[in-house]
């Protein structure tokens, strides 16, 4: 079975500076997708971004960009310029193409932003 | 702006009550999911249904049961509710490829 491991519990930044996310996971197949999902207190959780496994090149969004090393199987989460707003329970998750009906999530990182 | 909603954000129960936790969303989404969400273990999946009255077990469905009887409506049944129970459920919608929305979840508390 696919599982998906956050070393890290707990990590802190300052506000403005740059912190990074671990996750690794465990699949022997191909064709899979990558996610994090942020989930700030007391509100729904959210997609922050998405990898396709195919792709070589790393996904980003904005301020948020992740390091893919498909043959290490891991997934890190880059925030640059930290904002409060940042401050959330982190999930990293992974889930066959093909298969809409199995996202496997890690443990959760939680994240706090220092002002 | 997509919407996933959850009846209760916060419920109390007593040990052998029935529970129902109401899920709707308004994409015309077919698949739907309850998760359940662990300190130190993540987000763990109950059931999913991926269309009007079809459902299947996820990873921990033992005490648990669902209905789907409308497609925007997935609800998740504790048939006799356990102090095991106790946890924060979520509901989320799809389509076929597209990333999971997420409701804000409800904190239950089985005393």
């Known amino acids: 079975a696919q599982t998906v491991t956050q070393s890290q519990p707990e990590m802190s930044v300052q506000e403005a500076e740059t912190v990074t996310l671990s996750c690794t996971y465990d699949?022997?197949?191909?064709?899979?997708?990558l996610f994090w999902y942020k989930q700030p207190p007391s509100r729904q959780m959210i997609l922050v971004i998405r990898?396709?496994?195919?792709?070589?090149q790393n996904a980003t969004e904005n301020r948020f960009s992740v390091n893919f090393q498909k043959a290490a199987k891991s997934f890190s989460l880059k925030i640059s310029d930290s904002q409060l707003g940042d401050a959330a329970m982190y999930f990293c998750a992974y889930r066959l193409t093909f298969n809409n009906n199995d996202m496997r999530f890690g443990a959760g990182t939680r994240l706090t932003v220092k002002p | 702006d997509v919407k996933v909603t959850q009846s209760s954000r916060y419920l109390v129960k007593r040990t052998g009550e029935k529970v129902f936790l109401e899920c709707v969303q308004d994409?015309?989404?077919?698949?739907m999911f309850w998760y359940r969400q662990d300190p130190g273990l993540g987000l763990r999946l109950i059931y999913f249904?991926?269309?009007?009255?079809?459902?299947e077990k996820g990873d921990i469905p033992e005490g648990y049961s669902v209905s789907r009887e409308k497609k925007e409506r997935f609800s998740l049944i504790l048939e006799s509710a356990s102090t095991n129970q106790t946890s924060m459920y979520l509901c989320?919608?799809?389509?076929?490829?597209?990333?999971?929305?997420f409701g804000e979840g409800s904190r239950l508390t089985v005393l």
């Open positions: 249904s991926y269309d009007v009255k079809m459902k």
């Open positions: 989320a919608s799809t389509l076929r490829d597209s990333k999971l929305f």
């Open positions: 699949t022997s197949e191909s064709d899979y997708y």
């Open positions: 994409m015309d989404h077919e698949n």
């Open positions: 990898q396709e496994a195919y792709k070589q």
